[in-house]
């Protein structure tokens, strides 16, 4: 008698079994619209079974057409998977060089080069981060959407000049004050997202992870530790 090591009793474990991991099961929603797309990716990127995700997806819609493919699965959309397939209808063998390990890895920072880093299970990198924040934003601003700021630090506002005063009679020097420190190690006149720039790079974590935390491009996070002096965590480092 089999034992009941599966999900019905009676039954051995089926091979599907990390499907149950999956962090799409908590919101699938968010993985078939296109405006959190870049939202999708994010959470397929920090899966624990993205690697099986991608091996399933791949193999359950292999020689499928681009129009049947949908959603964001494993990281990818449904064309980039279609490129990846070449024996799908409607293209040659671009979806086969993409695959090839003996082809050069293209640009880091390009769209083939996060679809290769993602076709193969691996870490998506800063640059390939930093270019699907840019190429989102470009896509937003053709759609007619409202175009992010793309860093988090505001630029101060201009204010008009105003009326010349009288100069004040000569006086004693004023002695200068001390800039207040917020709790957090920042000016008091510190952004929201500077000081939530600050507590995750304080925790030790490098910028890959600090921008996917905060949902910002590595840029934004540069700018917010150049600022503020703060000297770049290493690559390696990763949340607790």
């Known amino acids: 008698m089999d034992s009941t090591n599966g999900q019905v009793p009676g039954t051995r474990t089926s091979p599907r079994d990390w499907r149950s991991r999956a962090l799409c099961l908590e919101d699938p929603d968010l993985f078939f619209a296109r405006e959190t797309q870049v939202v999708a990716r994010k959470v397929c990127i920090g899966c624990p079974v993205r690697v099986e995700c991608l091996d399933d997806i791949l193999a359950t819609e292999r020689g499928e057409p681009d129009n049947r493919r949908h959603g964001v699965v494993a990281g990818l959309t449904g064309r980039e998977r279609w490129r990846l397939d070449p024996t799908a209808p409607g293209h ?5 060089s993409l695959l ?3 082809t050069p890895d293209p640009k880091c920072g390009s769209h083939d080069a996060m679809i290769r880093h993602l076709s193969r299970g691996a870490d998506v990198d800063a640059e390939c981060w930093t270019g699907l924040q840019h190429r989102e934003r470009q896509n937003q ?12 630090v505001p630029e101060p506002k201009r204010r008009r000049k105003a009326e010349p005063k009288p100069k004040p009679k000569p006086g004693p020097a004023p ?3 001390p800039e207040p420190v917020a709790r957090i190690g920042l000016p008091l006149g510190a952004t929201t997202k500077e000081r939530h720039v600050y507590r995750l790079w304080a925790e030790g974590l490098a910028d890959i992870h600090i921008a996917r935390r905060a949902d910002i491009s590595t840029q934004a996070v540069r700018r917010v530790r150049d600022t503020y002096g703060l000297i770049a965590n290493p690559p390696s480092a990763k949340a607790s």
Request: hydrophobic share 30%; glycine share 14%.
């Open 92 to 96: 040659g063998d671009d979806g086969a």
């Open 100 to 102: 090839d390990l003996d």
């Open 141 to 152: 601003f053709k759609r007619g959407q409202p175009e992010p700021a793309l860093a988090a």
């Open 175 to 177: 002695q200068p004050r």
